[in-house]
């Protein structure tokens, strides 16, 4: 899908607005250029209440107003609000063995009134699709359905960014599951996961009806009360996994829940005059977290043990002593190395024969000697088969077997080593702790009642969410017992249906089911996974590209990934795990959520815009110009909120990528910020032509002029 | 080494008896969130192929494998990204055989290797539960006291 057009009435302070966006696949940026709280924002709602209703509003649409906040209610006491976009599709079908690319274009248009008053009741909105010809406009049926093949709704976030809220995939402010949750959804949702999970569902079903056949003929038996068991099991299995989400969302929300009063503790203690106490906590907590990601860091150094060459070797070196005695011998008896071939490889590629003959391809003679050396390879690969695998096991395993025969052993070395890590940093984290548990006491002892109710608040939603948590850890352990008791049940059934006359057939429909449940399950797995690495691969390639000008973060940041839980982590050296709130800069931090984004859109193969609200905000020079150009490499159309610091320094990478650079102003920013009075009374956004270089009698802002003045005197 | 010799085990399947899969599911990490201390092991395969070394280590005789219910724990093609665990099972075919012959019998070697691991895994299972500690440590120090020892004999 590649946006067109859009045009608004009555949308927040949208009153009378169109935008253009540029389709050139050459010019593929639309700059929109806008100073705060010039209506960026709000075009970035009204692209997406229009193309998939109030549920993509903030707060799903619940108490957020949409007509503008100074109608005047002479005008009419019911506003009608209008949101239009115009699209292009392009579709491919073959046609005689060729592919034929063909593009079409649709109209968009919702609306919906709402009262002007303190409630701002609305109607639910009416939304219409049109196909555009030459003629004019065919009306379209099912208008959501074509969005959602087009635009996944899941994918929303990914396609429409506000540039600040995006980077909640990564702060450290929000919620460890939180995180976890939005990166999860935006892969899964690009994967189109929900078609394996619905038939999952749907052989699932399948498998209980055949198991209630298979209850039919054994009536009265054991086969029956298996097979009611099974029944009763599968009831239950839904009934754990409904409330297995139901935890996990409430652990969610409580997380979300003691977060938020950790933040406001820290702004009361601040207000109260004990910077001294908060800035002591924030440390501690800050020394913990360190540390704590060391232990996990050595801990997982201490598990590599159990899988390196070192044990190995060490613990198979009597073993390996005598296989290498056997190798040797061959190698005395010259029949090792084997070196007919390579030598006869390097013949052929030098085109010169060991007779100083030519081998070269064009030449008659040459081209037959080249065949016969060629013949001579081929006869002698069959026949040194054996040979060969041992020249290479002999050459392959020599320099380590060497390191064998001196007879001390590197495991031991490595294990003392992290034994020494493991424990230092035991000893530290355990000071650490009492640190912070003799500041938590300080905290308690504080005479601040708003500060000890907070901190009751906290232990309040602490101990709900660690119940959640509970709640979470004893349902995965009754599906776990439900999953072993439903494999011997079903062992079982199984068995006594095949003593039963008319059970060969119940039970060839029932491995069916099984067999595709497998299949399913395991290709869901494998997508996830691909899929997955995909995403991560080309988005630390991405962020890496952005971030690569920058010396100071370049010096620290090593690699980023998408973790198998979904995390975005970035490593710095020793891979030892980065905080995107301390170690990265304000820049890194927007490159990586930025580098997210896109490398979902483009894995996703979804053709589709990524329109972004202040992508640059907190980026500067070498780093700003860099995320700005990979941006629009990586995009099939990017349209840029930007406003006029963002532009500074990237004038000439928009002349060379934009196809539309339009600006909008808020004339209630005269006379403070605008030099010229618009002569608007409303507060609307208003649109002008300049371009990220130029302005005019609207949009002249008042820092501009004063440079100017500065810059003539 | 013609690239088709890079893993003769590719496409051999790695069993194990039914009753050692509790095992393997305790002691091996399914997941980035297990606990490491109580399951000391990468992946699966890092418990098969420890339990080949030490029996081994130990002079013990490969099992047989025929006489198990037996289930797949993964496939061959894993050796990929250990590929020195390649060589290492061919030396241990070569050392137990004492035939060369036998590397270009990747069926053979893996049948070996199976019967090792069988008879190493109620040791190294012993290993991890035997001490006061995690399992983590307990097989720590069990692989260092079965390394001096021999180093001491």
């Known amino acids: ?713 | 080494m013609a690239d088709r010799y890079f893993n003769p085990f590719q496409a051999i399947d790695i069993n194990v008896p039914v009753e050692f899969h509790e095992a393997f599911t305790r002691y091996c990490q399914r997941s980035a969130d297990a606990v490491i201390d109580q399951s000391p092991f990468p992946r699966m395969v890092d418990l098969w192929f420890l339990s080949v070394c030490v029996a081994a280590r130990l002079g013990l005789e490969p099992a047989d494998t025929t006489k198990y219910d037996t289930r797949k724990i993964i496939d061959g093609s894993i050796f990929g990204s250990d590929p020195w665990r390649v060589h290492q099972l061919m030396l241990i075919a070569i050392g137990k055989t004492g035939d060369v012959h036998i590397v270009s019998e990747p069926r053979k070697m893996m049948t070996l290797a199976s019967g090792l691991a069988v008879a190493g895994l109620p040791k190294v299972i012993e290993m991890l539960k035997d001490g006061d500690a995690e399992p983590i440590w307990n097989l720590s120090d069990a692989v260092d006291s079965l390394l001096r020892k021999e180093k001491a004999a």
């Open chain 1, 1 to 713: 899908m590649k946006l067109l057009r859009a045009e608004f009435q009555n949308f927040r302070m949208l009153r009378d607005l169109e935008l253009n966006f540029s389709s050139d696949p050459e010019k593929k940026l639309t700059v929109i250029r806008a100073a705060n709280e010039s209506g960026k924002t709000t075009i970035l709602h009204g692209l997406q209440w229009a193309l998939y209703g109030d549920a993509a509003l903030p707060g799903k649409g619940e108490g957020f107003r949409l007509h503008p906040i100074d109608w005047n209610a002479s005008e009419g006491k019911r506003v009608p609000i209008t949101a239009t976009v115009e699209f292009e599709l392009t579709t491919y079908r073959r046609v005689s063995g060729d592919v034929r690319e063909t593009r079409r274009r649709y109209r968009l248009v919702r609306s919906a009134f709402e009262d002007v008053d303190s409630q701002a009741r609305r109607s639910a909105s009416t939304v219409k699709l049109f196909a555009l010809n030459e003629t004019g406009a065919s009306p379209i049926d099912a208008p959501e359905a074509v969005i959602n093949d087009e635009l996944p709704p899941e994918l929303r976030e990914v396609f429409f960014t506000d540039g600040d809220r995006a980077l909640s995939f990564i702060e450290a402010d929000v919620a460890l599951s939180t995180k976890r949750e939005r990166v999860q959804r935006a892969i899964r949702s690009l994967l189109g996961l929900g078609v394996i999970d619905d038939a999952i569902k749907h052989v699932r079903k399948s498998a209980s009806e055949v198991n209630r056949k298979a209850k039919q003929v054994g009536s009265g038996s054991e086969l029956n009360r298996i097979a009611s068991r099974l029944e009763e099991m599968e009831n239950d299995r839904e009934k754990f996994e409904a409330d297995l989400e139901d935890a996990k969302q409430q652990f969610g929300a409580f997380d979300e829940k003691v977060d938020d009063i950790d933040r406001k503790i820290a702004a009361a203690l601040q207000k109260g005059d004990k910077e001294k106490l908060q800035k002591d906590l924030d440390q501690a907590k800050r020394e913990i977290k360190r540390l704590d990601d060391q232990l996990a860091t050595a801990n997982k150094e201490h598990s590599a043990l159990f899988r390196s060459r070192s044990i190995a070797t060490d613990l198979l070196a009597p073993l390996l002593g005598r296989a290498f005695e056997k190798l040797e011998e061959l190698h005395d008896q010259g029949k090792i190395p084997n070196t007919t071939i390579p030598v006869l490889q390097d013949r052929l590629s030098a085109e010169i024969c060991i007779c100083g003959e030519t081998l070269e391809s064009g030449d008659p003679g040459g081209e037959k000697r080249r065949a016969h050396i060629q013949k001579l390879i081929d006869d002698s690969q069959r026949a040194d088969e054996i040979q060969e695998i041992i020249t290479d096991l002999y050459y392959g395993a020599k320099p380590r077997q060497a390191d064998g025969d001196s007879g001390s052993s590197v495991w031991l070395e490595e294990y003392k080593a992290v034994v020494e890590r493991r424990d230092g940093l035991q000893t530290l984290r355990d000071e650490a702790g009492r640190k912070f548990r003799a500041l938590e006491m300080q905290l308690d002892e504080l005479p601040d009642t708003d500060i000890q109710g907070l901190r009751e608040t906290r232990r309040q939603y602490k101990d709900q969410r660690d119940r959640h948590l509970s709640r979470q850890s004893s349902i995965e352990t009754q599906l776990t017992g439900l999953r072993r008791e439903r494999e011997d049940l079903e062992a079982n059934r199984d068995r006594l249906l095949r003593e039963q006359k008319k059970g060969a057939r119940i039970l060839a429909e029932l491995e069916v089911t099984q067999d595709v449940t497998k299949v399913l399950q395991s290709a869901y797995e494998r997508i996830t996974n691909e899929e997955l690495h995909k995403v991560s691969e080309l988005m630390n390639n991405i962020f890496i590209e952005m971030i690569g000008a920058d010396p100071e973060q370049g010096a620290i940041i090593r690699h980023a990934e998408i973790s198998r839980e979904f995390d975005i982590i970035v490593y710095g050296p020793n891979d030892r795990t980065l905080n995107p709130d301390r170690d990265l800069n304000g820049a890194s931090r927007r490159a990586l959520t930025l580098a997210f984004i896109l490398a979902l859109t483009k894995v996703s193969e979804v053709e589709a815009p990524n329109v972004i609200d202040t992508p640059l905000g907190m980026t500067s020079g070498y780093v700003k110009r860099s995320i700005l150009r990979t941006a629009v490499r990586e995009s099939s159309q990017l349209v840029l909120f930007l406003t006029h610091d963002e532009i500074a320094g990237c004038e000439e990478i928009i002349d060379e990528a934009a196809g539309v650079v339009f600006t909008l102003t808020n004339p209630a920013h005269y006379p403070k910020m605008l030099v010229n009075d618009p002569g608007v009374a409303e507060r609307k956004a208003l649109r002008c032509e300049c371009d990220h270089r130029s302005e005019c009698q609207l949009c002249q802002r008042r820092a501009d002029a004063q440079a100017e003045l500065e810059m003539a005197s």
